[in-house]
């Protein structure tokens, strides 16, 4: 079966049908921030520069990584960093 | 879709006994130069040996409203000016024009059911070929991508999955009710968007409602939404306060709903999914989740939505409907703002003084042992053991009221200290305030069990129960 | 970023201008409104001293991002 669904929206319609990300702390004191890396080539030195700067601020960041940038992470890597982290940022993509 | 100019047009289908009977007469009237064209619904090789347009999507009988096949039109300058629906010899030959036209045949047989009538193909068709009339977005979910995630990631759920709002499926709903798509029904806390009618069957397609939960939906809506109901304080309170849907009336029955064994909770389609409709519509039109403007501490599970119908298979309880001024015989619902329910155990007692004071200990409970004076509501919810006691007392629905009324009042020493027991002699101060206590019958027959259906701020200056009549 | 947000975890995704358009089809397909930030493509030819010099220039925005 290859055919698609056609949904009708029940909402209001006036967020153009968008759910908004979690919203993020106030502060990242005392937080951990996981990088996750995609894997390309180029983003883990892209992510060594922003931990510089994280570390700078006295932000705890934590590294991750996918075991290729041709697949979506691992459930194993997402659990990881669920149970570490606070917040994210994942990079590099071009 | 075109007819032909001047001719004769046929609806037919090969499983269908009379259209095999009367095929050697089309092809006749074919080889005369007089059929112009034959639709054929399920195999576009028969009848053999003519010119056969295949109308398996079935396009053409949707446009032609068929719903009996053989069914044989006239068309004079590209418009139709007669029909014969099945075979009847006479009528053939008059639409024909030829006398002796299937003389060998019996006089007349009925069709049969078209394809495009089938169960469930009327909507189908309407949505591929027809008008639907419904006006909200569509969102496309191509495949492989799987529709009950994707509503997941926009943020359509209540945290269990919802069944996906096809339009299709929206139309079914509509079925359910004799108002337009567009009527305007009110609007949805906390963000007071409009609510039409479509969008109300939207959600109850997503909360899993048949179409004959409509009408009782729609009735629940609109209760909700009297302001008496303060439905923007309840979606929003700390106290985490949802929606209690309490059905009387013939209605019941007729959706199946449950009021026997486990009536307040889970296993029953109706119970679980009236009420659920109404929370969703707060999620997707309101904007409400938690967290956000629905401010719940902790919320409870009938957050999800609760409804339950009352037993009202002995004529000595009043229905609650009735007692709210509905009259017997109609069918209504009454909404009742909740924060959670508790379950009373007084398995030892059988008389109805006995239990009446143990029940108004138990009542005295809510909120607080020491909140009294009003100002807070709760729902009585006797079992059929409880019931039986009170019948067999000679008891009635106001007697019981009155009774827990007179027994939850309590000295304002007693009060301070947090003492349920009910008090004596003069200067009582009262647990609930006028209309605060609501009395239900549900649930099965064994068990001395009553359950407490949590309320919230009462009153004026809180939420009131609202009685509506289920209107088809 | 999405199974990250399933987790309920706030976050966002760096990615190069060449990314723009697609990050906005995918938006759209998923009903998900994705925080991002982008960069000067292309990255992989770049030094690593040029690296570095993306990441400091986009590094309040990515601050921005992830806090309040």
Known sequence: MTQGTTLLDPTSEKAGGMRRPIAPPPSLDRLTVGFLDISKPQGDIFLDRLETLFGERQIKVKRFAKLTSAKQASEEVIADIAENCDVVVEALAD | ?472 | MLDIDRKGLPGVAIFSEEFRSGVEAWRDVHGFDANAVYVDHPIQPLTEAELHAHADGVFEEVMAAITA
């Open chain 2, 1 to 472: 879709m075109e007819l032909p100019q001047d001719g004769l047009l046929l609806v037919l289908k090969e499983d269908c006994e009379t259209c095999r009977m009367i095929a050697p007469l089309a092809a006749e009237l074919e080889q005369r130069g007089l059929l112009k064209a034959t639709h054929s619904q399920d195999n576009p090789a028969f009848p053999s040996g003519m010119a056969v347009i295949d109308d398996s999507g079935l396009e053409t009988s949707f446009g032609l409203d068929i719903e009996t096949v053989p069914t044989l039109i006239r068309c004079e300058g590209g418009a139709e000016t007669g029909r014969v629906i099945g075979w009847h010899r006479g009528e053939w030959q008059n639409l024909t024009g030829v006398n002796d036209l299937g003389v060998d045949l019996p006089a007349e047989r009925p069709g049969c059911g078209s394809l495009s009538v089938s169960p469930g193909m009327a909507e189908e068709l309407q949505v591929s070929f027809g008008e639907t009339g419904l006006n909200a977005r569509e969102v496309d979910v191509d495949f492989p991508n799987d529709p009950i995630e994707q509503m997941f990631d926009r943020g359509w759920t209540d945290g269990l999955p919802v069944v996906p709002p096809s339009p299709t499926r929206v139309l079914r709903m509509l079925q359910g009710t004799s108002l337009a798509p567009d009527h305007v029904l009110g609007p949805i806390p906390p963000s007071g968007e409009i609510c039409t009618v479509e969008k109300a069957a939207i959600n109850a397609v997503m909360a899993g409602c048949r179409p004959e939960y409509f009408p009782v939906v729609l009735a629940a809506l609109d209760a909700a939404m009297d302001p008496d109901f303060a439905w923007q304080g309840l979606m929003s309170t700390t106290m985490g306060a949802g929606v209690c849907v309490v059905v009387n009336g013939p209605v019941a029955r007729r959706i199946g709903m449950n009021n026997q064994h486990g009536a307040l909770g889970h296993g029953n389609r109706a119970n679980a999914t009236i009420a659920r409709a109404l929370q969703l519509l707060v999620i997707n039109l309101g904007g409400a989740l938690p967290g956000g403007t629905d401010r719940s501490t902790h919320g409870h599970p009938g957050k999800f939505g609760m409804a339950f119908a009352e037993d009202e298979s002995d004529d000595a309880w009043q229905p609650l409907a009735q007692s709210r001024g509905i009259a017997p015989g109609k069918s209504a619902v009454t909404v009742f703002g909740f924060c959670g329910t508790s379950i009373n155990n007084t398995e030892t007692l059988r008389d109805a003084d006995d239990l009446t004071l143990s029940l108004a200990m138990c009542l005295n409970s809510l909120y607080h042992p020491q909140h009294a004076g009003g100002g807070i509501a709760g729902m009585l919810v006797l079992s059929g053991e409880y019931w039986r006691i009170y019948r067999e007392a000679g008891w009635d629905r106001d007697r019981i009221e009155q009774a827990l009324l007179e027994h939850t009042q309590r000295a304002a020493a007693a009060v301070e200290t947090g003492e349920t027991s009910p008090g004596k002699g003069d200067n009582l101060v009262p647990k609930f305030g006028p209309g605060d206590l609501v009395l239900a019958r549900t649930g099965s027959n064994a068990g001395l069990f009553s359950t407490i259906i949590h309320g919230w701020g009462s009153g004026p200056r809180g939420s009131q129960p609202v009685t509506r009549e289920i209107v088809p």
